[in-house]
């Protein structure tokens, strides 16, 4: 990646998301839901009794836990959060869960509902701080989509489980998904384009993912799984896309 094709890249991460998602949002009006929350936001307090949470059912020998983010690396699934920062299941029915994945990890999209409980010690070594105890676990489908619908038609997505194909531009904390990239790693001109919330850490990256010259830009065709939620996209799960 050029210097000037990523100093490109940099101006379109300084963009405010609001100016991004602007001429798609319009005035429409939010939609009346069941709150829908992450696992982090249950853990800093949120009310899961009233609500439900998205993420991940990730399940080994060691049990199984509720985490807001999967990464693949050779062929096994990692859970990308801390032990301290997941949700332990305890007595949970996983069975009519469609579980994937290689080897002993295996993982599932779903939305959780129960009682919490903790902070305490739960599971191996007392890791987890909280526990969702006897809780509903219901599969959850990611919605196929593109880059543009999700800019064109926000409130057609809203609280759900979205996966989308696109270039990946990530660094400095944030990241950015495009329609297209160019072979240097730049967005293809009239390429569309929109923010990921949150930073991703770089244990969430695929390892395939290029890197720009400095070494501070890591690029790629990836596909994304994520929750779009007022009007911005959450990543739960990277993976590389080869061709």
């Known amino acids: 990646m050029s ?24 005035n429409a009006a939010p939609q009346a839901t069941t ?9 800093a307090g949120a009310q899961l009794e009233r609500s439900r949470v998205v993420g991940y059912v990730l399940v080994d020998t060691a049990g199984a836990r509720l985490v807001d983010g999967i990464r693949m690396k050779g062929g096994a699934a990692q859970a990308v959060p801390a032990p301290s920062e997941q949700l332990w299941l305890e007595g949970g029915d996983l069975a009519g869960l469609a579980l994937q994945g290689e080897g002993e990890a295996r993982y599932a999209p779903v939305v959780a509902s129960g009682r919490l409980e903790g902070p305490g010690s739960y599971g191996p070594g ?28 926000p409130q057609a997505y809203a609280d ?8 990946l531009l990530a660094g400095r904390g944030q990241a950015l998904l495009v ?16 923010k990921l919330n ?8 695929p390892d395939e993912l290029s890197q720009s010259p400095s070494g501070g830009v890591r690029y790629g065709k990836v596909q994304v799984e994520g929750l779009w939620r007022g009007g911005a996209l959450t990543p739960l799960l990277i993976l590389a896309v080869t061709e």
């Open 3 to 26: 210097n000037r094709l990523y100093s490109l890249w940099l101006l379109l991460l300084a963009l405010p998301l609001s100016a991004v998602l602007l001429s798609a949002c319009g």
């Open 35 to 43: 709150p829908l929350l992450t696992v982090p936001e249950v853990l």
């Open 126 to 153: 007392g890791a987890h701080r909280f526990r969702l105890r006897d809780g509903a676990l219901a599969a959850l489908a990611p919605r196929e989509t593109t880059v543009a619908q999700l800019l064109e038609s």
């Open 160 to 167: 759900q489980l979205v996966r989308v194909n696109g270039g």
């Open 179 to 194: 329609e297209a990239l160019t072979e240097g790693g730049a967005p293809a001109p009239d390429a569309r384009q929109l």
């Open 198 to 205: 949150g930073a991703l850490p770089d244990t969430a990256l």
